[in-house]
């Protein structure tokens, strides 16, 4: 239950990403059962190659509890974070992983060696309303 | 002759990291023989997980190009960038990364897939001075 209301506040966060025509992806961390922080996609907005929702929840994420170790924190991602985000969680030392939405091609979390090794709790949260948003962008740019 | 100085900017870069008690590692971006960003690790000092040098200088780039697509900028990072970094050097199109000092455990250049895959123009650039610097600070902590 818990996981299905984060991944929502996720998929807000996505949709803020899809009005800005950015690829629809929001990401949210959770620590103690408490949002601490949430951010989305701004990669085309602010042309920043790195502005991915997960590197900018962490940041946020590490500001707000003034420590770059987020251990005890849980982050939801509506997508498979990709090699640069899945790199972030390692440095942030996050072990549990929720998302909604396979990324097949840019995807680093499912055959990643590391987090299979390392005991990161990885699940997959269903969610319609992420799969159609993402679905949708997609068409929009064909 | 160009590659050996902007590895030393590198280089003066690291050198703020390890004044600071960070990892030593600098990071300098070039573009048509210009040092467009250049910047060094900050993850201890602000307390920040993302915040590796190679991040850093990439953002700072995006932000003076005013675009995220760094495709015509070479990366000199005095050591091997990690999954993070070399995700994002990815995700900013950046074709050459020229480097000082492998990184056994936490590298992900020499051996990543996409990297060889794609035709990446990589090469190690030694620096007698970048070798020591790191020897040092890791020296220091034991």
Same mark, same amino acid.
Request: glycine share 2%; hydrophobic share 35%; aromatic share 12%.
């Given at each position: 239950?818990? @996981?299905? $209301?984060?991944?929502?506040?996720?998929?807000?966060?996505?949709?803020?990403?899809?009005? &800005? +025509?950015?690829?629809?992806? +929001?990401?949210? %961390?959770?620590? @103690?059962? $408490?949002?601490?922080? !949430?951010?989305?996609? $701004?990669?085309?907005?602010? &042309?920043?190659?790195?502005?991915?929702?997960?590197?900018?929840? #962490?940041? !946020?994420?590490?500001? !707000?509890?003034?420590?770059?170790?987020?251990?005890?924190?849980?982050?939801?991602?509506?997508?498979?974070?990709?090699?640069?985000?899945? +790199?972030?969680?390692? /440095?942030?030392?996050?072990?549990?992983?929720?998302?909604?939405?396979?990324?097949?091609?840019? +995807?680093?979390?499912? @055959?990643?060696?590391?987090?299979?090794?390392? &005991?990161?709790? %990885?699940?997959? %949260?269903?969610? $319609? /309303? #992420?799969?159609?948003?993402? /679905?949708?962008?997609? /068409?929009?740019?064909?």
């Amino acid at each position: 239950m818990e @996981n299905k $209301k984060y991944i929502k506040i996720a998929y807000k966060e996505a949709l803020k990403a899809y009005k &800005k +025509g950015d690829i629809p992806v +929001g990401c949210v %961390i959770v620590k @103690n059962d $408490k949002v601490i922080a !949430k951010a989305y996609n $701004k990669k085309e907005k602010n &042309k920043i190659a790195t502005y991915h929702a997960e590197i900018l929840a #962490i940041n !946020k994420a590490c500001k !707000k509890l003034k420590t770059w170790h987020l251990d005890d924190c849980i982050l939801y991602s509506t997508m498979e974070p990709c090699i640069m985000c899945s +790199g972030a969680i390692i /440095q942030s030392r996050i072990k549990k992983i929720y998302y909604s939405v396979s990324n097949k091609n840019f +995807g680093n979390i499912e @055959n990643n060696k590391i987090f299979k090794n390392n &005991k990161y709790e %990885i699940k997959k %949260i269903e969610n $319609k /309303q #992420i799969f159609y948003l993402i /679905q949708k962008f997609f /068409q929009n740019i064909r």
